[in-house]
């Protein structure tokens, strides 16, 4: 192994701006810490000051957690009380407090269902199981702690829709040896036997099933679709199974599989068959509405035709053009000093490695070159497509988002969210409310016609 301590300290920065972007670029909005006075009348009404962590992507990721109390996946004040505790840029500090707090909700949701309050158990359930999801994000895949955080998010999920009474099927896609979790959900006001619409979710990178219900699928579900959120090799939800299956840029695979499932369902009805894709979904959507004419309708958030370029691009450098010396290995991660890459960063590298299959920081870039969608593609996406995006997510993203527009050959239809609307960050994840309204309104309107 060579001597990290000896590179470069140009290296280094590159280094470290790789590790941050690893998931998409980072917002920082207003979000909480430590502490702060009163102001200068003396006057406090109460402990909680909302701050920003100085981290950039730990801001986010808090953010990404507040933005989920619109539907009921947190709570502001919890959030806030959580930052107070949590060291900026300490992935294990964000691990052990979003741990406590999802134990200590799920506890509370327990002993509230034991006494019959089946409504307050659903809804501790389900900030319980987003805590988990919190928790899990910043545990490493190569530890065992990052499948049992999962798991017991699943299982909070699980107890908040019973709890709620809601009609949840779990679901096994068919994938070899290694079937692929999902969840099914038929519309509330479905009646047995009668074909309805369909609507198929997929996250992304580090989204759950869980997090897709809590954003989009039960806004889907109040509006009478049926549901189906899925998740294919390398997502996080596969990973809880299979810790060491990686991405494929073939997901269309995926898709066919989800495709066989809801259309052999009795309750579907063939003409209303949408699918949306979040974050790196945006990619894993487009290759499956590009392969498979038996989706209806396609909502894109973002449309990501080439993950190689849209990774580098957040980069700055193109890691798979390092000169074979300066490459970081798997291996070497844990020697890399902390003033060249904080503990947290070497986190994200590191998952980034394992879950695209990849040894080393220039093979793992190598390998994102496989994951692209082609013009030819592209023009066999004929059904109607909306195409969103975060006016904030940065120029390859949204010249990404430009690029699909003009390719495909179906109907058109393009969001792009503003800081105005407080939505511009990657995904909307500080108004998902919002970008719940326009992805729905748009599909209502396009199976209405």
Same mark, same amino acid.
């Given at each position: 192994?060579?001597?990290?301590?000896?590179?470069?300290?140009?290296?280094?920065?590159?280094?470290?701006?790789?590790?941050?972007?690893?998931?998409?670029?980072?917002?920082?909005?207003?979000?909480?810490?430590?502490?702060?006075?009163?102001?200068?009348?003396?006057?406090?009404?109460?402990?909680?000051?909302?701050?920003?962590?100085?981290?950039?992507?730990?801001?986010?990721?808090?953010?990404?957690?507040?933005?989920?109390?619109?539907?009921?996946?947190?709570?502001?004040?919890?959030?806030?009380?959580?930052?107070?505790?949590?060291?900026?840029?300490?992935?294990?500090?964000?691990?052990?407090?979003?741990?406590?707090?999802?134990?200590?909700?799920?506890?509370?949701?327990?002993?509230?269902?034991?006494?019959?309050?089946?409504?307050?158990?659903?809804?501790?359930?389900?900030?319980?199981?987003?805590?988990?999801?919190?928790?899990?994000?910043?545990?490493?895949?190569?530890?065992?702690?990052?499948?049992?955080?999962?798991?017991?998010?699943?299982?909070?999920?699980?107890?908040?829709?019973?709890?709620?009474?809601?009609?949840?099927?779990?679901?096994?896609?068919?994938?070899?040896?290694?079937?692929?979790?999902?969840?099914?959900?038929?519309?509330?006001?479905?009646?047995?036997?009668?074909?309805?619409?369909?609507?198929?979710?997929?996250?992304?990178?580090?989204?759950?099933?869980?997090?897709?219900?809590?954003?989009?699928?039960?806004?889907?579900?109040?509006?009478?679709?049926?549901?189906?959120?899925?998740?294919?090799?390398?997502?996080?939800?596969?990973?809880?199974?299979?810790?060491?299956?990686?991405?494929?840029?073939?997901?269309?695979?995926?898709?066919?599989? #989800? !495709?066989?499932?809801?259309?052999?369902?009795? =309750?579907?009805? $063939?003409? %209303?068959?949408?699918?949306? @894709?979040?974050?790196? +979904?945006?990619?894993?959507?487009?290759?499956?509405?590009?392969?498979?004419?038996?989706?209806?309708?396609?909502?894109?958030?973002?449309?990501?035709?080439?993950?190689?370029?849209?990774?580098?691009?957040?980069?700055?450098?193109?890691?798979?053009?390092?000169?074979?010396?300066?490459?970081?290995?798997?291996?070497?991660?844990?020697?890399?000093?902390?003033?060249?890459?904080?503990?947290?960063?070497?986190?994200?590298?590191?998952?980034?490695?394992?879950?695209?299959?990849?040894?080393?920081?220039?093979?793992?870039?190598?390998?994102?070159?496989?994951?692209?969608?082609?013009?030819?593609?592209?023009?066999?996406?004929?059904?109607?497509?909306? #195409? !969103?995006?975060?006016?904030?997510?940065?120029? =390859?993203?949204? $010249?990404? %988002?430009?690029?699909?527009? @003009?390719?495909?050959? +179906?109907?058109?239809?393009?969001?792009?969210?503003?800081?105005?609307?407080?939505?511009?960050?990657?995904?909307?994840?500080?108004?998902?409310?919002?970008?719940?309204?326009?992805?729905?309104?748009?599909?209502?309107?396009?199976?209405?016609?």
């Amino acid at each position: 192994m060579k001597p990290i301590h000896d590179t470069g300290l140009p290296r280094r920065s590159f280094l470290a701006s790789a590790a941050t972007v690893v998931m998409a670029p980072a917002v920082t909005h207003c979000s909480a810490s430590a502490k702060d006075s009163g102001g200068d009348s003396g006057l406090e009404r109460g402990q909680l000051r909302v701050r920003g962590f100085a981290d950039a992507e730990m801001d986010f990721q808090l953010i990404r957690q507040i933005g989920s109390a619109r539907h009921g996946g947190a709570s502001l004040g919890e959030c806030l009380a959580l930052a107070q505790r949590i060291t900026n840029a300490d992935p294990a500090s964000w691990v052990a407090e979003f741990s406590q707090a999802a134990a200590r909700q799920e506890a509370d949701a327990l002993a509230r269902a034991q006494r019959g309050h089946a409504l307050s158990a659903h809804e501790q359930y389900l900030v319980a199981c987003n805590s988990w999801r919190a928790a899990e994000y910043y545990a490493s895949i190569a530890e065992p702690e990052h499948r049992r955080l999962g798991l017991q998010s699943r299982a909070c999920f699980a107890a908040a829709m019973q709890a709620g009474g809601l009609d949840m099927e779990v679901v096994n896609l068919p994938w070899g040896d290694t079937p692929l979790p999902g969840y099914y959900f038929r519309a509330p006001d479905g009646r047995p036997g009668a074909r309805g619409r369909t609507l198929m979710l997929i996250s992304g990178y580090d989204g759950t099933l869980e997090e897709t219900w809590i954003a989009y699928g039960r806004a889907a579900l109040a509006r009478g679709y049926h549901l189906l959120l899925m998740a294919g090799p390398g997502q996080m939800d596969t990973l809880r199974f299979y810790p060491t299956m990686s991405f494929i840029p073939d997901y269309e695979r995926v898709g066919r599989a #989800a !495709l066989d499932y809801v259309l052999a369902r009795p =309750e579907t009805d $063939a003409r %209303h068959v949408a699918l949306m @894709g979040i974050s790196y +979904g945006g990619y894993f959507a487009t290759r499956m509405a590009a392969f498979d004419a038996r989706i209806t309708a396609l909502i894109a958030n973002s449309p990501i035709v080439d993950l190689h370029n849209y990774m580098v691009s957040f980069v700055g450098f193109d890691p798979a053009r390092m000169p074979p010396e300066d490459d970081i290995q798997l291996a070497d991660i844990d020697h890399i000093p902390p003033d060249a890459m904080p503990l947290e960063q070497r986190e994200m590298l590191r998952n980034l490695m394992l879950r695209m299959g990849g040894t080393g920081f220039r093979s793992t870039y190598e390998r994102l070159r496989d994951f692209q969608v082609d013009d030819a593609a592209l023009a066999r996406i004929r059904c109607p497509a909306l #195409a !969103l995006v975060g006016s904030g997510e940065g120029k =390859e993203p949204l $010249a990404q %988002h430009a690029h699909f527009l @003009g390719r495909v050959s +179906g109907p058109t239809a393009s969001h792009v969210f503003t800081l105005e609307e407080g939505a511009e960050g990657h995904c909307q994840t500080a108004n998902l409310g919002y970008s719940a309204a326009v992805s729905m309104d748009w599909l209502d309107e396009v199976f209405a016609g």
